[in-house]
């Protein structure tokens, strides 16, 4: 609440959280892993780098989102457009298709999101646009391995609870952060 006694907006309050202390380890021991993954796939190279850097932004979005059932922008927006300047400046001649994905896959979710408001949020869409500058044409295959393994999780919830699990959210990110990482090693 604000001086005035009314709820502050949500988007206000969302700039001032933070990723606790269990979540701040977690990520602390695994971004180097997740990053060195990349190194291992590509070598010592433009794409080693820029891949070791956008495994470190979806371990923290993955975590993040854990916890807060909220994508930061202060996160996903900057690491958007320094991934998308560095894929550009080492692959100009994919510039198009580094654009084109990550508006499409963005578009694709905005569309979700405003089809079924309650199944996506905008944090999604902006990890979408993320996961498109970063991948390419291999965005669809990042979606579609989150999708499955979002569906996994979900029928694993509804063997446990029953027609409760429906009432149960589970957040996205992390899903499309396995995606992500599992695109980006096999692509």
Known sequence: MDSSGVAAPAVARAADVRLGE??????????????????ARFGLSADGFIGALFAVVLVYIAFFDLEHRLIPNRVVLP????VLALQIAVHPDR?????????????????????YPPGLGMGDVKLALLLGAMLGTAVVGAILVATIAAGVVGGVLMLRYGAQARKRAIPFGP?????????????
């Open 95 to 115: 510039a198009l298709e580094h654009v084109g994905a990550a508006l499409g896959a963005a578009g694709f979710f905005f569309a979700v999101a405003l089809v």
């Open 175 to 187: 899903f499309l952060a396995l995606g992500g990482m599992i695109a980006l090693l096999v692509s």
């Open 79 to 82: 690491a958007t457009a320094a």
């Open 22 to 39: 269990r979540g701040t380890r977690t990520v602390v021991v695994l971004a180097p892993v997740a990053a060195a993954l990349p190194l």
